[in-house]
């Protein structure tokens, strides 16, 4: 699968580096501050001002950006649910990634 961004290029199928680990991805999501657009906007990271999340996954070895899924309101959605909702439909089975508490 391929992403193509006005100045990159993302090759996701091209994650796996070492074929005998299981974790090739570190995954996490961003907030950007936006003008007001109402609660489900609400970023805890803006005291609350409007914002949107996005997903990003970078690869562990190769530190090259392989996942952007966005943009998402900040307040209706928390980052486990950006990731069971998209990335997690796309990796094989059995394969982990690296992600914080959120």
Same mark, same amino acid.
């Given at each position: 699968? &391929? /992403?193509?961004? =006005?100045? @990159?290029?993302?090759? &996701? %199928? ?6 005998? %680990? ?5 995954? +996490? @999501? *961003? %907030? @950007?501050? !936006? =003008?007001?657009?109402?609660?489900? #906007? ?15 996954? !970078?690869?562990?070895? *190769? ?9 998402? =309101? @900040?307040?209706?959605? =928390? ?11 796309? /990796?094989? +089975? #059995? ?5 914080? %508490?959120?």
């Amino acid at each position: 699968m &391929f /992403l193509t961004y =006005p100045f @990159c290029q993302i090759n &996701f %199928d091209d994650r796996r580096v070492n074929i005998n %680990d299981d974790t090739h991805l570190s995954v +996490d @999501c *961003t %907030d @950007c501050k !936006v =003008p007001q657009k109402g609660r489900s #906007f609400a970023s805890h990271k803006f005291a609350f001002k409007s914002g949107l999340r996005y997903e990003v996954a !970078v690869g562990i070895l *190769t530190g090259e950006m392989k996942w952007i899924n966005s943009p998402f =309101p @900040c307040g209706k959605y =928390p980052d486990v649910n950006i990731f069971r909702a998209s990335l997690l439909t796309c /990796l094989d +089975d #059995f394969e982990r990634v690296e992600a914080d %508490d959120g």
